[in-house]
């Protein structure tokens, strides 16, 4: 799997399709909404919200096979037919809706603008967070097929709120298994919704007070705001256009090595980097590695299948580089984001991010559905602009990469630059 953004993915020229579905106009059952889910649709309509993936199919594929699969694939997931919009009171609200009908749209790309421009163009409008729905699937035919690999190439966009990383490779997965003729969905129950899940957190019992009391002091050590990236980011008072970089830490050998040196350790991988990256932190700051923490809520075996944003967030806090110290710290942020955040952060009026705000993601795609290399998969973000800095480590069979996204400014650029080099030298340096 290839990480990157729409700016940068990887797309021949050729000729552009969008498969724009219809919604009916009437509103079905009202659903719960999640905080994640909240906090982003209550940024409002916006270009760049969405996120996607894309990946080559069987060259017989044609638009009609990818319609009826992904029309299948709509059918199994609730959070693809709901929509979000504003009731007459004015506050948020989350419907089902009825998918009545959907047409093929040619999207001409042109000699002045790539393929992945047009793309982008499609995604950004479709893929809001009010549009009905707010998903899209497109298509692009080579304009001159590899004799060797003539296969299309479909991108699957949605916004945020309805979708995550694990998301899309269950879409994949199924859409490829269905194209291919090698699974069915006849007669299967659908999959358990997003929207269920949602109802269970809103009635799980209030967090005790121990856990108000953590977060009321992570909060009060920034300021009241959730925790930021450690070094000066220059002047972030306004999103500014993001940088992204897109790093190849450690081959598939070297992470295999530094896996096991973990567990001689009697740790996991993820609290080895940690160890890293505190020290990193300590050597440039002078102070504890801090940072949101985002953590996924499939805890449960029926939600492993299903399409939906099943992400909380936590704070991981790392004051000690001994890794048996972080992989106690990762214990600790696991269980401070077991409990729901909406009463939590009730009192702060939402999530406290301010600028700057310093958030780290670490996922194991070994550990999520699993899709053929073949299918040349790219996990494709949009472009923004922003005010914090967000690093994802990802771990597969190729081995440990980083991407990270900062806002653009000379001290950013400099210090988060410098981070992340001392970051990357720890993790090649801790290979045995």
């Given at each position: 799997?290839?990480?990157?953004?729409?700016?940068?993915?990887?797309?021949?020229?050729?000729?552009?399709?969008?498969?724009?579905?219809?919604?009916?106009?009437?509103?079905g059952?009202?659903?719960?909404?999640?905080?994640?889910q909240?906090?982003?649709?209550?940024?409002?309509?916006?270009?760049?919200?969405?996120?996607?993936?894309?990946?080559?199919?069987?060259?017989?594929?044609?638009?009609?096979?990818?319609?009826?699969?992904?029309?299948?694939m709509?059918?199994?997931?609730?959070?693809?037919?709901?929509?979000?919009?504003?009731?007459?009171?004015?506050?948020?609200?989350?419907?089902?809706?009825?998918?009545?009908?959907?047409?093929?749209?040619?999207?001409?790309?042109?000699?002045?603008?790539?393929t992945?421009?047009?793309?982008?163009?499609?995604?950004d409008?479709?893929?809001?967070?009010?549009?009905?729905?707010?998903?899209?699937?497109?298509v692009?035919?080579?304009?001159?097929?590899?004799?060797l690999?003539?296969?299309?190439?479909?991108?699957?966009?949605?916004?945020?709120?309805?979708?995550?990383?694990?998301?899309?490779?269950?879409?994949?997965?199924?859409?490829?298994?269905?194209?291919?003729?090698?699974?069915?969905?006849?007669?299967?129950e659908p999959?358990?919704?997003?929207?269920?899940?949602?109802?269970?957190?809103?009635?799980?019992?209030?967090?005790?007070?121990?856990?108000?009391?953590?977060?009321?002091?992570?909060?009060?050590a920034?300021?009241?705001a959730?925790?930021?990236?450690?070094?000066?980011?220059?002047?972030?008072?306004?999103?500014?256009?993001?940088?992204?970089?897109?790093?190849?830490?450690?081959?598939?050998?070297?992470?295999?090595?530094?896996?096991?040196?973990?567990?001689?350790?009697?740790?996991?991988?993820?609290?080895?980097?940690?160890?890293?990256?505190?020290?990193?932190?300590?050597?440039?700051?002078?102070?504890?590695?801090?940072?949101?923490?985002?953590?996924?809520?499939?805890n449960?075996?029926?939600?492993?299948?299903?399409?939906?944003?099943?992400?909380?967030?936590?704070?991981?806090?790392?004051?000690?580089?001994?890794?048996?110290?972080?992989?106690?710290?990762?214990?600790?942020?696991?269980?401070?984001g077991?409990?729901?955040?909406?009463?939590?952060?009730?009192?702060?009026?939402?999530?406290p991010?301010?600028?700057?705000?310093f958030?780290?993601?670490?996922?194991?795609?070994?550990?999520?559905?699993?899709?053929?290399?073949?299918?040349?998969?790219?996990?494709?973000?949009?472009?923004?602009?922003?005010?914090?800095?967000?690093?994802?480590?990802?771990?597969?069979?190729?081995?440990l990469?980083?991407?990270?996204?900062?806002?653009?400014?000379?001290?950013?650029?400099a210090?988060?630059?410098?981070?992340?080099?001392?970051?990357?030298?720890?993790?090649?340096?801790?290979?045995?």
């Amino acid at each position: 799997m290839r990480l990157t953004n729409v700016a940068q993915m990887s797309l021949p020229r050729g000729t552009l399709h969008s498969f724009a579905l219809r919604a009916s106009s009437r509103p079905g059952a009202r659903l719960p909404i999640s905080f994640d889910q909240r906090r982003h649709v209550g940024e409002g309509a916006r270009a760049g919200s969405w996120m996607a993936v894309a990946f080559r199919v069987p060259a017989a594929a044609g638009l009609d096979d990818i319609a009826a699969a992904w029309v299948a694939m709509i059918g199994r997931h609730g959070t693809l037919r709901s929509a979000f919009s504003h009731d007459p009171d004015g506050d948020l609200a989350l419907h089902e809706i009825e998918i009545e009908d959907g047409e093929w749209l040619l999207h001409p790309v042109g000699d002045q603008r790539s393929t992945r421009d047009a793309v982008r163009e499609v995604l950004d409008a479709a893929c809001s967070p009010f549009e009905r729905p707010s998903h899209r699937v497109c298509v692009v035919f080579p304009e001159t097929p590899d004799p060797l690999d003539p296969r299309p190439t479909v991108v699957i966009g949605a916004d945020h709120a309805h979708v995550d990383m694990w998301s899309l490779l269950v879409l994949v997965r199924d859409m490829v298994g269905l194209l291919a003729n090698e699974a069915t969905l006849d007669g299967q129950e659908p999959a358990a919704s997003f929207a269920e899940h949602s109802g269970v957190l809103e009635r799980m019992p209030p967090a005790p007070g121990e856990v108000h009391r953590r977060w009321n002091d992570i909060l009060a050590a920034e300021g009241g705001a959730m925790p930021s990236f450690p070094l000066p980011l220059g002047d972030v008072s306004a999103p500014r256009r993001e940088v992204v970089e897109v790093r190849d830490v450690l081959s598939a050998d070297e992470s295999r090595r530094l896996e096991e040196a973990a567990a001689a350790q009697g740790v996991r991988l993820t609290s080895l980097a940690l160890s890293v990256l505190t020290r990193a932190t300590a050597r440039l700051s002078g102070a504890s590695l801090r940072a949101v923490f985002p953590v996924h809520s499939r805890n449960e075996a029926r939600w492993h299948d299903s399409v939906g944003w099943f992400i909380t967030n936590s704070v991981i806090q790392c004051a000690d580089t001994d890794p048996v110290a972080c992989a106690a710290a990762v214990k600790d942020a696991l269980a401070l984001g077991s409990h729901p955040l909406a009463p939590i952060f009730a009192p702060h009026g939402g999530m406290p991010a301010g600028p700057g705000m310093f958030a780290i993601s670490w996922l194991d795609t070994r550990r999520l559905p699993p899709v053929d290399d073949a299918l040349q998969i790219q996990y494709v973000s949009a472009v923004i602009e922003t005010d914090g800095v967000m690093i994802w480590f990802i771990v597969n069979d190729a081995g440990l990469h980083l991407r990270c996204r900062y806002p653009d400014t000379a001290e950013a650029r400099a210090n988060v630059g410098a981070w992340l080099d001392a970051v990357e030298a720890g993790l090649r340096q801790a290979v045995p």
